[in-house]
């Protein structure tokens, strides 16, 4: 298991202050890494104790959420799809409006929700969220694709709350072993 080193970051979600301000989970990583899968994992733990809503970005599609809404992890309407075009990481990265403005419409739509988890359409190891966004981040990778993968890094691997691999998940405080 890697050490891990992520700096703690200062960006902390102010639900306190507004309780009809959900904590936003961003989910990155590369393509086909099991991001929609540790969605549908979150979901199906969780979603009996939490209020949750989930945004999912495709460049030209709304692949992910209908993946999510066949699956019954949550109800249909509380998943729904940004379709960013061209290259997703700019809005999860750069120009975050559309995505904020999903996830504003879900807290207003179920309010109170607990929890927006927001899946990236990355393809590679750079695309994370910005702080702008989300208050926490898991960063998902494949380790099938072999050690080579974390080690050459990327924005992805020192920035995130936690990482997952298509194996194990491992947050700073705890470890959970899914398959
Ligand atoms: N063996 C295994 N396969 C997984 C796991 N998570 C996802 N997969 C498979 O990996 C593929 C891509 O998963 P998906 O969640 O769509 O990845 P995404 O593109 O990152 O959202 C699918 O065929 C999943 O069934 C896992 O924990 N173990
Ligand atoms: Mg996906």
């Not at 959900?22 to 979150?42: C, N, Q, Y």
């Not at 959420?65 to 729904?80: M, T």
């Not at 927006?116 to 960063?139: C, H, K, R, Y």
Request: with cysteine; aromatic share 6%; proline share 7%.
């Amino acid at each position: 298991m890697p050490e891990n080193t992520a700096p703690k970051t200062n960006h902390t979600a102010d639900t306190a202050a507004d309780p009809s301000r959900s904590l936003r989970l961003g989910v990155a990583g590369p393509v086909g890494t099991g991001k929609s899968s540790l969605i549908a994992t979150i979901c199906r733990a969780m979603a009996g104790e939490l209020s949750i809503g989930v945004i999912t970005n495709d460049i030209y599609t709304d692949e992910d959420a209908r993946f999510l809404r066949s699956a019954g992890v949550l109800p249909a309407e509380r998943i729904r799809a940004v379709e960013t075009g061209a290259c997703p990481h700019t809005a999860i990265r750069d120009d975050v409006t559309t995505n904020l403005l999903a996830v504003e419409d879900l807290e207003v739509d179920f309010a109170p929700l607990d929890l927006v988890l927001v899946e990236s359409g990355g393809d590679n190891l750079t695309a994370t969220f910005s702080p702008a966004l989300v208050d926490a981040q898991i960063f998902v990778l494949d380790v099938a694709g072999g050690g080579d993968v974390a080690r050459k890094g990327g924005p992805g691997l020192p920035g995130p709350t936690c990482w997952s691999s298509t194996r194990s998940i491992w947050p700073r405080t705890w470890t959970w072993t899914w398959t």
